[in-house]
């Protein structure tokens, strides 16, 4: 906008303009020129006003605005070109400009009501000025946040909203108030609650004339106060200080009991408050303070108590003037310690605990004594402690208290229970009451090597490889090794620090544990190899080397014999003679010795450690003429397990030279195997049909079932002359396999991957139904465990965790007949884990002979969890070793 100069040409020369009357277009105006010069003289105007090129001037005000203040700001207006606006007499719709102000609700949760607001917008005036400017005017009563927006032609200008905040005005004694420090109890009540010779404070909070908190302080000089006890007219002076905040806080310390009067004002007004008081506050103090130094503790458990049990204690109150207080609302601390050491004799760390003892003035209804206050506390481990007892940051009479907390009883075992199978031993351990005792397991997780438990002496008694294991807190099983010589009324002595409760805050068990004969002694299972027909010329032998049933250990002999036979007495003197070494377990009788045709009946006592007995008859009878003699090859007792296919053979010899008459003539032979089932629980299985018509009989894999004993007979007889034939008995034992765990689990991971270890996979080939086991088979059942070997890859780390990772969720603990272990990403950090998973499935002894079985396996496995910027090969290892291998 402005004037600007214009020349019309025509041909080369210029022409004038004439006047004219015809409306002026908008925006521009041409004034008449008759001036015969060449040059013409043209004013341009600026345009409407630009919400984009328009703004204000002024806000936000350099200086916060005061509540119940007028403020100006101005709003310049331009075109879209930047030109300022100018009067202009032509314009025939003027631009308009409209102010709004209210609260910033996106700042706190300040809001004016409708009645408020109301006010506010009618204080808003818009003033406009021929230059091309408008001031605006305005006066806020509240304090607090507000956005100013400036609309030009019903939109926005540029940078609005703008934020401004008002602050409230000067402090006002009508309405400003004074409440009590403590809870802010109301003037009244703040003065009754006082104490004597205590500090007494209140607040003064400053507010203006609008009811505006104010925020900030200055006015310490105008506020003054006196309070008066009525009874002597003894005036106490407050000491004040400015909190900066629009707060002032007002300290007194009344020196007796009595009816007190307070005032205050603010340049000289009163702070009243209800309009017809006649004093700020007025109330009546009953109490003197409380003095540390006069207080005391009641009750012993403040200086001895146990770990783990309630301890209870009461502080009594006493005033300055050494009387005991009959009220309450004293605050008294109360720390328990651990002095001089951190640690108790175990290692274990004390903690330090702070209680807030309970006011008994609140507990009327149950026996409680104003004055007094009751501490409870329960510390669950030994140690040394002190109790700081502080009132107003003094210790009262006798603190620090030195607080001992002594050791729970120690476990007792009770005696050591063989098992029904001699090989193992059950230990219980009970409190004081007889109940169980949770105890901490001897610090182990897995089966373990009973040294743990007990010393050298006793470890040798159990047996080479003997281990020992807590299947629950309160029950210890040793399994005996090879070779143990324990025995009934033996002792086990107990290692020190050991065994302890389950928290570690008891003593440790000690001294000795006598071993027990087992309620049902086992019997041991006599297994006889011999001929049950002599040959003419065959000598007689019988083998009782396959007996069982002893738990691994020496088994003893005994021979003997029916009488009325020939040669009775000799032969009598000669099973003496076998049976005087006791551990015979082979006897050799000549066969002349037995009369043709008469049959003899033979005695083989068998007696365990235990003195168990068990007698087995054998009949022999010597033929007159010569037969096939007839043996089953190998041990007196097979074993083999369910997956595996085994040969039983028969031994065959057909007397062919030598003296005449005791040759057979015909030494083809047929044969034929049955079940013994004269034998006492026998059981039978399917026969081989290729083999059982022949010397050696076949038995399948997966024919027999495991933890069984089966009783074979195999009859041989010369071809065409069937009275020539003989019998001969076999033992097959069907053992049990070991399980064996198959576990899936990555060697190394990064942190944001999940963990699943999945062992769901383990494989038990003796059970012929493992979804659906029955007895003696169970579920399998899983267990996992976890350390933190970050250092060297082997020894587990003590801080900050034992374990992997703080569990309060049991993620390590899955469902038992899960067999799959699963960790959400990011559980393990950066480092090396050691995870044992063990695999259980019952039956745990073998049914036949007692022997602990390996059907407990353990694996160990250490993975690496590396950081995502890691650059490693991921390996999946799907192999599985036994725990021996695996560390060599």
């Known amino acids: 906008?402005?004037?600007?100069?214009?020349?019309?040409?025509?041909?080369?020369?210029?022409?004038?303009?004439?006047?004219?009357?015809?409306?002026?277009?908008?925006?521009?105006?041409?004034?008449?020129?008759?001036?015969?010069?060449?040059?013409?003289?043209?004013?341009?105007?600026?345009?409407?006003?630009?919400?984009?090129?328009?703004?204000?001037?002024?806000?936000?005000?350099?200086?916060?605005?005061?509540?119940?203040?007028?403020?100006?700001f101005q709003v310049v207006l331009r075109d879209q070109f930047g030109n300022q606006l100018r009067y202009k007499n032509f314009q025939v719709v003027p631009d308009t400009v409209e102010v709004y102000i209210h609260p910033a609700t996106n700042q706190t949760a300040f809001t004016l009501s409708p009645f408020k607001q109301n006010n506010l917008d009618k204080t808003i005036f818009v003033t406009r000025l021929g230059d091309g400017t408008a001031t605006v005017d305005f006066t806020p009563f509240k304090s607090g946040p507000y956005h100013i927006s400036i609309h030009v032609s019903k939109t926005n200008i540029v940078a609005m909203p703008v934020f401004q905040r008002v602050i409230a005005g000067d402090i006002n004694a009508e309405w400003s108030y004074v409440v009590g420090v403590y809870k802010k109890l109301p003037i009244n009540e703040a003065i009754v609650a006082t104490k004597a010779q205590a500090p007494f404070l209140f607040h003064l909070q400053a507010v203006d004339r609008y009811e505006n908190l104010l925020t900030f302080g200055g006015d310490l000089l105008l506020l003054t106060s006196d309070m008066v006890r009525t009874s002597t007219g003894e005036q106490v002076r407050p000491v004040i200080s400015d909190n900066l905040n629009g707060t002032y806080t007002y300290t007194y310390v009344p020196p007796k009991s009595g009816y007190y009067k307070l005032m205050v004002r603010i340049n000289s007004l009163p702070v009243l408050t209800r309009a017809t008081d006649e004093f700020t506050g007025e109330g009546t103090i009953t109490q003197v303070v409380t003095y540390a130094p006069f207080c005391t503790v009641i009750g012993s458990a403040v200086t001895a108590n146990n770990a783990g049990n309630d301890g209870e204690f009461l502080i009594q109150a006493v005033d300055a003037n050494n009387l005991v207080k009959r009220a309450g609302d004293d605050v008294f601390k109360v720390t328990m310690y651990p002095w001089p050491d951190t640690h108790n004799v175990y290692g274990v760390e004390l903690p330090t605990l702070r209680i807030r003892p309970v006011d008994m003035s609140k507990r009327l209804a149950i026996g409680g004594q104003p004055g007094q206050y009751y501490v409870a506390y329960n510390i669950l481990q030994f140690g040394l402690f002190n109790v700081s007892v502080t009132y107003a940051n003094q210790h009262i009479q006798g603190s620090p208290f030195s607080l001992n907390i002594a050791m729970l009883p120690p476990p007792i075992p009770t005696q050591g229970m063989m098992s029904n199978t001699a090989t193992k031993i059950t230990v219980y351990w009970n409190d004081v009451?007889?109940?169980?005792?949770?105890?901490?397991?001897?610090?182990?997780?897995?089966?373990?090597?009973c040294s743990v438990e007990f010393d050298p002496a006793s470890v040798a008694l159990l047996?080479?490889?003997?281990e020992c294991n807590f299947?629950?807190?309160?029950?210890?099983?040793?399994?005996?090794?090879?070779?143990?010589?324990?025995?009934?009324?033996?002792?086990?002595?107990?290692?020190?620090?050991?065994?302890?409760?389950?928290?570690?805050?008891?003593?440790?068990?000690?001294?000795?544990?006598?071993?027990?004969?087992?309620?049902?002694?086992?019997?041991?299972n006599v297994v006889i190899r011999a001929q049950r027909y002599l040959s003419k010329c065959e000598d007689f032998s019988l083998d009782a080397s396959g007996s069982y049933g002893a738990g691994g250990r020496q088994l003893y002999f005994a021979y003997g014999m029916f009488p009325n036979v020939p040669n009775e007495q000799e032969m009598s003197r000669m099973l003496d003679d076998f049976s005087r070494l006791r551990t015979n377990t082979l006897i050799m009788i000549p066969g002349e010795m037995f009369a043709v045709d008469v049959e003899y009946k033979l005695a083989v006592r068998v007696t365990n450690f235990l003195g168990v007995q068990v007698v087995k008859y054998h009949t022999v009878l010597r033929r007159s003429y010569p037969i096939p003699s007839l043996l089953v090859q190998g041990d007196p007792v097979l074993r083999t397990t369910r997956d595996v296919g085994i040969y039983v053979k028969a031994l065959i010899k057909v007397p062919e030279s030598g003296n005449s008459s005791c040759i057979v003539d015909a030494p083809e032979l047929t044969y034929r195997w049955l079940f013994n089932l004269e034998e006492k629980g026998a059981t039978i299985f399917r026969l081989n049909a290729k083999t059982k018509n022949s010397k050696n009989l076949y038995i399948e894999p997966f024919t027999m079932n495991a933890g069984q004993v089966y009783f074979l007979k195999v009859e041989g007889t010369v071809d065409g002359q069937p009275e020539l034939f003989n019998v001969a008995t076999a033992t097959v034992i069907c053992v049990f396999s070991d399980l064996d765990p198959v576990i899936l689990m990555p060697m190394q991971m990064l942190r944001t991957d999940g963990l699943t270890i999945d062992a769901s996979g383990s494989v038990d080939v003796d059970d012929p139904n493992p979804a659906r086991p029955e007895y003696p088979f169970g579920l399998f059942q899983f267990f996992f465990a976890c350390y933190n070997v970050t250092g060297d890859g082997v020894t587990i780390n003590q801080y900050p965790y034992q374990d992997c990772f703080d569990d309060p969720e049991g993620l390590m603990y899955p469902p038992p007949a899960n067999g799959v272990l699963a960790?959400?990403?990011?559980t393990l950090a950066p480092g090396k884990y050691r995870f044992e998973i063990g695999t259980f499935k019952e039956p745990f002894f073998s049914p036949v002979d007692g022997s602990r079985l390996?059907?407990?396996?353990?694996?160990v496995r250490i993975i690496e969890v590396l950081n995502p910027t890691t650059s490693s090969l991921m390996t999946v290892v799907t192999l599985d070793l036994p725990f021996e291998m695996y560390n060599k």
């Open 823 to 826: 960790l959400p990403n990011g």
């Open 471 to 524: 299947p629950v807190d309160s029950m210890l099983e040793i399994y005996l090794g090879y070779a143990a010589t324990v025995s009934p009324n033996d002792v086990l002595t107990l290692n020190m620090n050991v065994v302890m409760s389950y928290l570690k805050n008891s003593a440790s068990a000690s001294g000795s544990i006598v071993v027990q004969k087992p309620f049902n002694s086992p019997k041991p």
């Open 1 to 72: 906008a402005g004037f600007y100069q214009m020349r019309v040409m025509f041909q080369g020369e210029s022409l004038a303009l004439s006047p004219t009357s015809s409306p002026i277009p908008p925006f521009h105006h041409l004034m008449p020129l008759n001036s015969p010069g060449r040059r013409h003289l043209i004013e341009v105007y600026p345009g409407r006003a630009s919400p984009l090129k328009s703004y204000a001037k002024g806000i936000p005000f350099l200086v916060t605005p005061t509540a119940g203040q007028s403020q100006q």
């Open 433 to 449: 009451y007889g109940s169980s005792y949770e105890t901490n397991r001897a610090d182990q997780t897995l089966t373990h090597p």
């Open 854 to 859: 390996n059907r407990q396996p353990e694996r």
């Open 463 to 466: 047996g080479e490889g003997a």
